[in-house]
């Protein structure tokens, strides 16, 4: 069968460019195609979909790890076709062409990812739906309410680990085990969170030597658990599953739960780590968040338009010959879903610049019959726990210059290594209560000056006297700018709130501290649920 690339492992190759040249970069592989792996693709994702639509228009050839062809999808049109026609492209990868006549080995560094399984992401019809209703169904089931107060109560937690240090790397300390602690208390399997959970759940999907054996790690937790929740069942997810209708063996329940609980903590813990870069690097994202001009869960809607968790979805079949984009796709060639160039893609969004929040037409958790079920789960732990954790330290600044931020990629994300930011200390709160405004600790001095700040000017963007709406969540109640001694603010109210100390700890552009009545309705909203 011809094949559409200029390059395959094998095939006769086209001439070979001079050793000065740029095509002997690590972007460039065999036949002149660019890499999307490795260093330039790392450092810059963005720069290389903009190449490759410059040079290929909606749909690129490109290269996988041992410069496998593959195509990459760039246009936001043509990924929902793919993604909603699975009778032209398939989710089941025994119809790749490459691991037919034995180009991709077993032992590739994307096997977890590419590797046929006996769940819904690689079933396409009956099957499909049989899985896909199980664990839809049991997602129904999830409380979601409950789930809130989960997040609510780690989120307290972690914060508690580092408050009195003064400093957190919010990558390591907070968005990276936030998701694992939740979905692990979702799935019913607590005592499993520990590091190493964590560390093989980040290691899976990044195409490294040791990413095998980290998935086998979390596939034996997970089976462990269906054998237990075979014999002892619970009120949780693992044992929904067991339980339901479509009668789903134990190696379908567990590489299920392994698919959720990866899929989940990967998308979450990347979205977490991408608002909070957002907030402590752009002012006027900082600005409009503190200002009551945007929510948290709005913020975290434009971060999936900007920044998704997932850059790519890995991958679909061509069922048959057939056309896409302007190219010529042969059976068993395989595809990759792009979300991130897609997000972008000028026809559908000309404006990069433009406000997003509340439009939901993104393709961050794909789309079609195999569209993220879980999406929802993942937005309220990130919406909570964004909160939350600007609900506890509103001072929150950037340790670093924003130039030092670095990033590790792979086909699949792109992964803020670590952001160090600075806070005023403060004392830890008992997990079981709601999240608050915790009083830095201060020098005795600092603590002695009391004054009295009275607010002259109603808040910009709202009425003399109103209050900032419910949903506008921890940055809707941020410190004093200026105030430069721990101060009693008083509102038009009457109401008083803690000032937050420090000059120079507190951005300038946060607005002035929020009417007390805002926190005794949070108070009494987590009272009430």
């Given at each position: 069968?011809?094949?559409?690339?200029?390059?395959?492992?094998?095939?006769?190759?086209?001439?070979?460019p001079?050793?000065?040249?740029?095509?002997?970069?690590?972007?460039?592989?065999?036949?002149?195609?660019?890499?999307?792996?490795?260093?330039?693709?790392?450092?810059?994702?963005?720069?290389?979909y903009?190449k490759?639509?410059?040079?290929?228009?909606?749909?690129?050839?490109?290269?996988?790890?041992?410069?496998?062809?593959?195509?990459?999808v760039?246009?936001?049109s043509?990924?929902?076709?793919?993604?909603?026609?699975?009778?032209?492209?398939?989710?089941?990868?025994?119809?790749?062409?490459?691991?037919?006549?034995?180009?991709?080995?077993?032992?590739?560094?994307?096997?977890?990812?590419?590797?046929?399984?006996?769940?819904?992401?690689?079933?396409?019809?009956?099957?499909?739906?049989?899985?896909?209703?199980?664990?839809?169904?049991?997602?129904?089931?999830?409380?979601?309410?409950?789930?809130?107060?989960?997040?609510?109560?780690?989120?307290?937690r972690?914060?508690?680990?580092?408050?009195?240090?003064?400093?957190?790397?919010?990558?390591?300390?907070?968005?990276?085990?936030?998701?694992?602690?939740?979905?692990?208390?979702?799935?019913?399997?607590?005592?499993?969170?520990?590091?190493?959970m964590?560390?093989?759940?980040?290691?899976?999907?990044?195409?490294?030597?040791?990413?095998?054996?980290?998935?086998?790690?979390?596939?034996?937790?997970?089976?462990?658990?269906?054998?237990?929740?075979?014999?002892?069942?619970?009120?949780?997810?693992?044992?929904?599953?067991?339980?339901?209708?479509?009668?789903?063996?134990?190696?379908?329940?567990?590489?299920?739960?392994?698919?959720?609980?990866?899929?989940?903590?990967?998308?979450?813990?990347?979205?977490?780590?991408?608002?909070?870069?957002?907030?402590?690097?752009?002012?006027?994202?900082?600005?409009?968040?503190s200002?009551?001009h945007?929510?948290?869960?709005?913020?975290?809607?434009?971060?999936?338009?900007?920044?998704?968790?997932?850059?790519?979805?890995?991958?679909?079949?061509?069922?048959?010959?057939?056309?896409?984009?302007g190219?010529?796709?042969?059976?068993?060639?395989?595809?990759?879903?792009?979300?991130?160039?897609?997000?972008?893609?000028?026809?559908?969004r000309?404006d990069?610049?433009?406000?997003?929040?509340?439009?939901?037409?993104?393709?961050?958790?794909?789309?079609?019959?195999?569209?993220?079920?879980?999406?929802?789960?993942?937005?309220?732990?990130?919406?909570?726990?964004v909160d939350?954790?600007?609900?506890?330290?509103?001072?929150?600044?950037?340790?670093?210059?924003?130039?030092?931020?670095?990033?590790?990629?792979?086909?699949?994300?792109r992964?803020?290594?670590?952001?160090?930011?600075?806070?005023?200390?403060?004392?830890?709160?008992?997990?079981?209560?709601?999240?608050?405004?915790?009083?830095?600790?201060?020098?005795?001095?600092?603590?002695?000056?009391?004054?009295?700040?009275?607010?002259?000017?109603?808040?910009?963007?709202?009425?003399?006297?109103?209050?900032?709406?419910?949903?506008?969540?921890?940055?809707?109640?941020?410190?004093?700018?200026?105030?430069?001694?721990?101060?009693?603010?008083?509102?038009?109210?009457?109401?008083?709130?803690?000032?937050?100390?420090a000059?120079?700890?507190?951005?300038?552009?946060?607005?002035?501290?929020?009417?007390?009545?805002?926190?005794?309705?949070?108070?009494?909203?987590?009272?009430?649920?």
């Open positions: 069968m011809t094949t559409p690339f200029h390059y395959e492992p094998g095939a006769a190759q086209g001439p070979v001079p050793p000065e040249c740029p095509a002997h970069g690590l972007g460039t592989g065999p036949g002149g195609l660019r890499r999307l792996y490795g260093p330039e693709a790392e450092r810059d994702p963005h720069g290389l903009d490759l639509r410059a040079e290929h228009g909606s749909v690129a050839p490109v290269l996988l790890h041992g410069d496998v062809p593959v195509w990459l760039l246009g936001h043509e990924n929902l076709h793919m993604t909603r026609t699975p009778s032209q492209f398939s989710r089941d990868s025994r119809r790749w062409r490459a691991l037919q006549d034995g180009t991709v080995a077993p032992d590739h560094p994307l096997a977890p990812i590419f590797t046929w399984q006996p769940v819904c992401v690689f079933a396409d019809g009956a099957t499909h739906e049989r899985q896909r209703g199980a664990v839809t169904d049991s997602m129904g089931r999830i409380d979601t309410r409950g789930v809130r107060r989960h997040v609510n109560r780690y989120s307290n972690l914060v508690n680990d580092f408050c009195q240090e003064g400093r957190v790397d919010l990558v390591g300390q907070f968005a990276e085990r936030l998701p694992m602690m939740v979905m692990c208390a979702i799935l019913g399997m607590p005592e499993e969170y520990n590091d190493r964590v560390r093989a759940a980040r290691d899976m999907t990044r195409g490294t030597a040791t990413a095998i054996a980290s998935n086998a790690y979390v596939l034996d937790a997970l089976t462990r658990l269906v054998q237990r929740r075979r014999r002892e069942p619970a009120d949780d997810f693992a044992t929904w599953l067991v339980d339901h209708p479509a009668g789903m063996n134990d190696r379908e329940v567990s590489e299920h739960l392994r698919l959720i609980l990866i899929a989940s903590y990967e998308a979450t813990a990347n979205l977490i780590a991408n608002v909070l870069r957002m907030v402590l690097t752009d002012p006027r994202f900082r600005a409009r968040l200002g009551g945007m929510t948290v869960p709005e913020a975290v809607e434009q971060i999936l338009w900007d920044e998704p968790p997932f850059t790519a979805v890995f991958g679909r079949w061509a069922v048959g010959d057939t056309e896409l984009g190219q010529q796709i042969k059976a068993g060639d395989a595809l990759i879903v792009g979300i991130a160039p897609a997000n972008t893609d000028p026809v559908v000309p990069l610049n433009a406000d997003m929040e509340g439009n939901r037409a993104h393709l961050a958790f794909s789309g079609g019959p195999h569209e993220c079920p879980g999406q929802d789960i993942g937005r309220a732990i990130a919406d909570v726990g939350a954790l600007l609900m506890r330290l509103p001072d929150l600044e950037l340790a670093v210059d924003e130039s030092e931020l670095s990033w590790i990629g792979n086909i699949l994300g992964h803020l290594v670590d952001l160090p930011a600075d806070f005023a200390a403060r004392e830890p709160q008992d997990d079981k209560e709601p999240p608050s405004m915790g009083k830095p600790n201060l020098p005795r001095q600092d603590r002695e000056v009391q004054p009295t700040v009275r607010r002259t000017a109603p808040t910009p963007g709202r009425p003399p006297g109103a209050a900032p709406p419910a949903s506008t969540g921890a940055m809707g109640v941020p410190g004093v700018p200026g105030v430069t001694s721990t101060a009693t603010v008083t509102d038009e109210s009457g109401g008083t709130s803690a000032g937050q100390s000059a120079g700890r507190i951005p300038q552009q946060r607005s002035e501290t929020a009417p007390a009545r805002l926190w005794r309705a949070v108070s009494r909203w987590w009272s009430d649920n």
